[in-house]
């Protein structure tokens, strides 16, 4: 799973911001400073560069606009921390925009995968050893239309007003009814990986470590389905 870069040097990220909330217009340094963050974000789209570029494109049009944004905030948090989030917000429109502009009838996938910081983890320790072996290879092996919403939900951030709209459901209740299916279609998954892994490991005295943590992941999914019900 590929972690998404650190903001460096936010002291003189934030001196670049308020130069350029001065000048009216953003500087190449201050994109220069934020290139590899966007390029994170979208890096498993399919065209990343092109979604790079259209993100910086809007902040250059729509420079008036943030600016005003920054400037509703900065009393309360950093100009670095407001301007990475309001790009990961249009970065996520953008990319979403990008693949209903390719998607065929048949429906692609949108090839983005669930970020570390996702709500669908509720638990952080579970991550790191979690997710190659269990958590990613199983969100993969959904039906679309799971991973789908899951994606727009816990990965984009969309309400579910936003996914109604985007995927032409008749109401927000649908969009609620499939994400709970989606849910404990994921978590069920789960378990079924784990109870498989734990057939293939569970006689391998050197894989204690392993064992723990299937029991454990499963443990998690069996009580996420308690919490959806």
């Not at 969100?139 to 969309?158: A, S, V």
Request: proline residues 4%.
């Amino acid at each position: 799973m590929k972690r998404m870069p650190l903001i460096k040097n936010s002291s003189i990220i934030d001196s670049e911001i308020m130069r350029c909330l001065k000048t009216g217009k953003p500087s190449n340094e201050l994109i220069r400073f934020y290139f590899p963050f966007v390029k994170a974000l979208c890096w498993k789209s399919k065209d990343p560069e092109d979604v790079v570029q259209e993100v910086f494109t809007i902040l250059t049009v729509e420079w008036g606009s943030v600016s005003n944004f920054i400037s509703r905030y900065i009393s309360s948090n950093k100009p670095n921390k407001i301007l990475g989030g309001w790009l990961k917000i249009i970065t996520s429109h953008v990319k979403f925009d990008f693949y209903e502009r390719e998607k065929t009838p048949k429906g692609n996938d949108m090839n983005i995968d669930i970020a570390p910081e996702s709500e669908l983890y509720h638990d952080d320790r579970y991550f790191e050893d979690a997710d190659p072996l269990i958590l990613a290879p199983t969100f993969e092996q959904l039906e679309e239309r799971d991973k789908t919403i899951i994606r727009l939900k816990h990965y984009e951030g969309y309400s579910h007003a936003e996914i109604k709209r985007y995927l032409r459901l008749t109401s927000e209740g649908m969009s609620r009814k499939l994400l709970h299916i989606a849910m404990r279609n994921f978590y069920i998954s789960v378990i079924k990986r784990c109870e498989n892994l734990l057939s293939i490991y569970g006689k391998a005295d050197e894989a204690k470590k392993n064992v723990n943590l299937f029991r454990d992941v499963m443990s998690w999914a069996k009580s996420s389905i308690g919490r959806l019900t």
